[in-house]
């Protein structure tokens, strides 16, 4: 009983986060299980390879901030921006407290300039779909078709937003990180007071502007 659980799929999970924290990146998956007494088969009941591992991660983490939002009694009821607050508020919450690992992580992302982000390719699906929740529940409810919002165009800009402030994040020396809270606070409120008055192929082109400039530079 103990082998199996210390094989499940989250102990592989800590055991690799905290793995190449203290040492280094396995060269393979022999290795890496080799190094945490993890048997290979199982290992790949769960993954299927390192990369898999790594991508797997940033799904859990998003899994796990929909577990705590689903557990709000008051969520279902909140507008989308307060959802979409709430969401940003709790993400970079459990990223702080991982914050060693995801600072380790991104680094090799900015090895390559940002270009290929392939280790956030599961999370970006999932920060996506939540866009997409999001303003399809907003169009159920307006009575005009020239209110409703292009579905994709938004997502997309969703996920920019996102990565604008996980960047912000990542440079952010306050105290308490309390400046990455004002950046969710004023950048949400101005998207979605934005939406209402610009076109929505303008705000995704800023948002590519801002992502360029801020992340990719």
Same mark, same amino acid.
């Given at each position: 009983?103990?082998? +199996?659980?210390?094989?499940?799929?989250?102990?592989?999970?800590?055991?690799?986060?905290?793995?190449? %924290?203290?040492? &280094? !990146?396995?060269?393979?998956?022999?290795?890496?299980?080799?190094?945490?007494?993890? *048997?290979?088969?199982?290992?790949?009941?769960?993954?299927?390879?390192?990369?898999?591992?790594?991508?797997?991660?940033? +799904?859990?983490?998003?899994? =796990?901030? #929909?577990?705590?939002?689903?557990?709000? #009694?008051?969520? =279902? *009821?909140?507008?989308?921006?307060?959802?979409? %607050?709430?969401?940003?508020?709790?993400?970079? &919450?459990?990223?702080?407290? *991982?914050?060693?690992? !995801?600072?380790?992580?991104?680094?090799?992302?900015? &090895?390559?300039? @940002?270009?290929?982000?392939?280790?956030?390719?599961?999370?970006? $699906?999932?920060?996506? $779909?939540?866009?997409?929740?999001?303003?399809?529940?907003?169009?159920?409810?307006?009575?005009?078709? !020239?209110?409703?919002?292009?579905?994709?165009?938004?997502?997309?800009?969703?996920?920019?937003?996102?990565?604008?402030?996980?960047?912000?994040?990542? $440079?952010?020396?306050?105290?308490?990180? &309390?400046?990455?809270?004002?950046?969710? #606070?004023?950048?949400?409120?101005?998207?979605? $007071?934005?939406?209402?008055?610009?076109?929505?192929?303008?705000?995704?082109?800023?948002?590519?502007?801002? @992502?360029?400039?801020?992340?990719?530079?």
């Amino acid at each position: 009983m103990a082998t +199996a659980k210390k094989n499940s799929k989250e102990a592989i999970i800590a055991a690799y986060m905290e793995y190449v %924290l203290l040492n &280094e !990146v396995p060269s393979n998956v022999f290795a890496f299980c080799k190094a945490n007494k993890i *048997n290979e088969e199982d290992f790949y009941k769960h993954f299927g390879s390192l990369d898999g591992l790594k991508k797997t991660i940033w +799904a859990e983490f998003y899994l =796990q901030v #929909e577990g705590l939002l689903l557990k709000n #009694e008051d969520y =279902q *009821n909140y507008s989308s921006r307060e959802k979409l %607050l709430t969401f940003y508020y709790t993400i970079f &919450e459990l990223f702080t407290a *991982n914050r060693s690992y !995801v600072l380790f992580a991104l680094d090799e992302e900015k &090895e390559h300039k @940002w270009k290929n982000l392939k280790q956030l390719k599961k999370l970006k $699906d999932k920060v996506v $779909d939540f866009g997409t929740e999001l303003v399809e529940t907003d169009n159920e409810s307006a009575n005009l078709k !020239v209110l409703k919002k292009p579905v994709k165009i938004v997502a997309e800009a969703v996920w920019l937003q996102f990565m604008f402030l996980l960047k912000f994040w990542m $440079d952010d020396e306050s105290a308490g990180f &309390e400046k990455t809270d004002v950046a969710i #606070e004023k950048s949400v409120n101005t998207v979605f $007071d934005v939406f209402d008055n610009t076109p929505l192929e303008n705000i995704l082109d800023f948002g590519k502007f801002l @992502w360029k400039e801020k992340v990719a530079g």
